[in-house]
Structures are given as C-alpha cells and as structure tokens.
C-alpha cells in the first residue's frame, strides 16, 4: 500500500524557516516528478512546487520563488521542501504528491497528481 507521509510542519514567527519532509513507502516513485501542494481554509489547494524525476527540473509558484526549495532523494524516496523567509500569507496545510504518468513533464496540475500525503500544518506568525 502506498503511503506518503509529511512531516517538519509548526509554528514560525515571520522570517523564520522550516523543513517539511516526505517520505513515501509501498513503491518506489524514482521516475515519477513530485510536488508540494498547499491548502488555506476557505481555499482552493495550490501548487506550490514541483521536482522532475530526474532531478534536472524544477517548478515553483511565483509566490514562493526565491524563498522556497524543492529537493528529492531517490534514493530515500523523499522529497523535501525548504521554506525561508517565511511569511503569513504561508500559513496552510501543506501536501506532498507523486505525479501520475511516469517520466512526466508537466508538473503543474494538481489533478495530474494521484498520489497524495496527509498534509502537514505550517502556521507563520507575524
């Protein structure tokens, strides 16, 4: 059984940073991309970054670049995400997913995800 699990959430003052960690277990996902999501209450998830399979590409949100990194390690089957800077505007529960077509290109999409955590809590203080 395939299960992803989010880890490295908490409270933050503004300014400040932190590590959320996924680890995945039941399969291997070393050619499948893997992205981070994020949902506010009252809003529609968002994607917030993605990682090709084969490391060589990444994607981030205009909202978070520059402040945020992407990162896997096949060999773990775990995908990070480093979160500097941080500000209140990023308080949300964040997810981690697998992409659904093997060796896929295109990163963006939340539906194209089928793979899912169950999300993590970040709370940034201001």
């Known amino acids: 059984q395939v299960q992803l699990v989010e880890s490295g959430g908490g409270l933050v003052q503004a300014g400040g940073s932190l590590r959320l960690s996924c680890a995945a277990s039941?399969?291997?996902?070393?050619?499948?991309?893997m992205g981070w999501f994020r949902q506010a209450p009252g809003k529609e998830r968002e994607f917030v970054a993605a990682i090709s399979w084969n490391v060589r590409t990444t994607y981030y949100a205009d909202s978070v670049k520059g402040r945020f990194t992407i990162s896997r390690d096949n060999a773990k089957n775990t995908v990070y995400l480093q979160m500097n800077s941080l500000k209140p505007e990023d308080t949300s529960v964040y997810y981690c997913?697998?992409?659904?077509?093997?060796?896929?290109?295109?990163?963006?999409?939340?539906?194209?995800?089928?793979?899912w955590g169950q999300g993590t809590q970040v709370t940034v203080s201001s």
């Open positions: 039941g399969r291997t996902f070393s050619n499948f991309g």
């Open positions: 997913a697998v992409h659904g077509v093997r060796f896929g290109s295109s990163l963006l999409r939340t539906g194209d995800y089928n793979y």
